[in-house]
């Protein structure tokens, strides 16, 4: 049984990376995926976000240093089909440490290698820190596709060029050939104002294969709900929020063919 691995990143924070990686996790294990959430910012927002307690030693700090597995570092959330490798702030140091080892880029994969193949997960979503560092270029090596959350402003047309240019580059190297950018979400979508409307045509006219046509409106449930450890299908279940990313999980479901596990 394929999986496939997804990481969200984007070098510029505040852009509803995290709220998109928690809430499109969910509603794909509501639609019975069974989905793994790889929570790789120190921050740990993702894991808070979920209502997981950061605890020591349960990240994959150690297991980026060879020392025990991923398997280890499982956790269960409160919702069916959806599982966590949470974050602490030792994850930190990773930056600094991973330069030193032979094969740095390479290192996430073969630890979440042994995962993906395990035949437990039809998705993997990674949680990347606010930066295009060493974790960030790991989960790009060891992804199938990059979603990219992108807000609804003109500064976040700059940052989407130099993300993709990164994405070529690690093509070009040789570290992930086969790495593709997956699509384009939208966030933060304020329907008043011409500009949100005016950057979402201009990234549709660039790139028509990439952008979902799910658009993420910015409400304050959804900026409420990781406070409370919840994704928003839980704490605001029929708002706006929830309809987004339930439509965002039916496309990602059909783009790239995640069915129910079980299902042929």
């Known amino acids: 049984m394929a999986c496939t691995v997804f990481t969200i990143a984007n070098q510029k924070g505040g852009v509803g990376k995290t709220t998109t990686a928690v809430n499109l996790a969910a509603a794909l294990a509501e639609r019975k995926i069974h989905t793994l959430v790889v929570d790789l910012d120190p921050q740990a927002n993702a894991t808070s976000a979920l209502g997981i307690e950061k605890q020591e030693g349960k990240s994959l700090y150690k297991p980026l240093h060879g020392e025990g597995s991923a398997f280890e570092m499982l956790t269960p959330t409160a919702w069916p089909h959806l599982a966590l490798i949470p974050s602490e702030v030792d994850l930190a140091a990773i930056e ?6 032979e094969n740095y880029l390479l290192r996430l994969k073969s630890v979440l290698d042994p995962l993906r193949n395990s035949g ?5 979503i990674i949680d990347c820190p606010p930066a295009l560092g060493m974790l960030s270029m790991n989960s790009l090596a060891a992804a199938d596709h990059l979603l990219i959350a992108l807000q609804c402003e003109y500064m976040a047309l700059e940052g989407l060029g130099q993300i993709l240019k990164v994405v070529d580059r690690l093509k070009t190297a040789g570290v992930n050939p086969t790495l593709d950018v997956g699509g384009i979400l939208m966030t933060m979508f304020d329907s008043r104002t011409n500009l949100a409307k005016q950057v979402v045509e201009e990234v549709r006219s660039h790139l028509p294969d990439k952008i979902f046509e799910t658009v993420i409106p910015r409400t304050i449930r959804l900026s409420e ?14 708002g706006p929020g929830a309809t987004a990313y339930r439509a965002l999980a039916k496309e990602v479901a ?10 042929p």
Request: charged fraction near 20%; charge should be positive; avoid cysteine.
């Open 254 to 263: 059909a783009r790239f063919g995640l069915k129910e596990n079980g299902a």
């Open 120 to 124: 437990g997960y039809r998705a993997i």
């Open 96 to 101: 600094i440490e991973l330069a030193q080892q």
């Open 225 to 238: 709900a990781p406070s409370f450890g919840k994704p928003i299908f839980a704490y605001d279940p029929h």
